[in-house]
């Protein structure tokens, strides 16, 4: 059954790290690994603005690539994102895929909903949605089998990974991991 393994860090340069080990360490494929961090330059600029989102979403996607540097750069499908409630982020894996139809408003509840639409339960979805606000990094593996579910989860705990939980994948399709 597949399941994503997911983790919270605090700084750019842990969630870096923790990329980098589970490439390593845990031999997990970059299009298995999905990160989502606050924007906290690029699309900010552009939020008070009331008439069409287009501009403000071909600015931040083309902005979004050059915000991930290093080790989280070459994580599948970079995307810049505004959430209703949660604001801009930047968003790099399968989850983008999962979370564009929140950015583009065709979801309704924000991160939390979008999250809860992946399987991750309500209270921990609500939990992420608040830390993502406060300005820490989700970091997200996407695993198939029970020994990469075990390396993820230690991987993501030793490289200082907290409110790690794991939880059963609702889909996220394949074509979206590219």
Do not use: C, W
């Amino acid at each position: 059954m597949k399941k994503a393994i997911i983790g919270m860090v605090e700084t750019r340069e842990e969630a870096e790290e923790a990329v980098e080990r589970l490439q390593r360490i845990a031999d997990i494929g970059v299009q298995d690994i999905s990160v989502l961090l606050p924007d906290q330059q690029g699309t900010r600029d552009f939020a008070h603005e009331h008439n069409t989102k287009a501009p403000e979403g071909a600015i931040a996607g083309a902005g979004a690539g050059g915000a991930l540097g290093g080790v989280l750069g070459v994580l599948a499908g970079v995307g810049a994102l505004a959430i209703p409630g949660v604001g801009p982020l930047i968003a790099a894996g399968p989850v983008l895929g999962a979370l564009s139809g929140v950015a583009a408003g065709a979801a309704v509840g924000g991160l939390a909903g979008a999250l809860i639409g992946m399987g991750v339960p309500e209270i921990e979805a609500k939990a992420y949605e608040g830390k993502l606000r406060g300005g820490n990094i989700l970091i997200a593996v996407h695993t198939e089998n029970r020994d990469a579910q075990k390396a993820a989860r230690e991987v993501l705990e030793n490289a200082g990974a907290h409110d790690v939980s794991t939880t059963a994948e609702a889909s996220v399709p394949r074509e979206s991991r590219r």
